[in-house]
């Protein structure tokens, strides 16, 4: 797995017309647009990815697989020295990450910016089912204080 670092940088446009701004390339043409994704979808393991190709200021494309309503992986391509790709997890297409922070890494094959995601989404998801463990045990010990308090107060009056 080669990593290229975090991020993408902004870079001048090239002959085919492309840019890249804030992390995503930005393509003067449609149909080059679709070219590089079908280019991308073709490096692309396992099944149920498509190609999404959209224009914002200029052509963009991700390939993206949809497994269930709410659920979307997006793969891009980013570019530093060569053709790198970054990868986003999130429950709207192409809505950003639902992880943001400093750990977007580039790879030089897109299915290693997926492996890469996927273990970024496991341990968030590891931390907060942590957390929500140590918010109900919080909460129940307050609840059982506050319990143990009424029940006091409840025989102290009688």
Not at 31 to 40: F, K, M, P, V
Not at 78 to 100: I, K, N, Q, R, T
Not at 144 to 156: I, L, T, V
Request: with cysteine; net charge negative.
């Amino acid at each position: 797995m080669e990593r290229h670092g975090q991020g993408c940088k902004l870079e001048p446009v090239f002959e085919i017309g492309v840019q890249v701004r804030k992390g995503i390339f930005v393509i003067r043409d449609e149909d080059i647009a679709r070219r590089l994704g079908e280019e991308l979808l073709k490096k692309m393991k396992g099944k149920g990815w498509s190609l999404s190709v959209w224009e914002n200021l200029g052509w963009h494309y991700s390939v993206d697989i949809n497994p269930a309503p709410g659920v979307h992986m997006s793969v891009f391509p980013c570019h530093e020295d060569d053709e790198v790709y970054m990868c986003l997890f999130s429950d709207m297409p192409h809505a950003g990450a639902l992880w943001d922070g400093p750990d977007h890494e580039v790879f030089s094959d897109p299915n290693d910016a997926v492996r890469h995601e996927l273990g970024r989404a496991k341990g968030n998801r590891d931390r907060t089912n942590r957390m929500i463990v140590l918010i109900e045990e919080a909460i129940r010990e307050q609840e059982n204080e506050d319990a143990g308090m009424d029940e006091g107060c409840s025989a102290e009056g009688s």
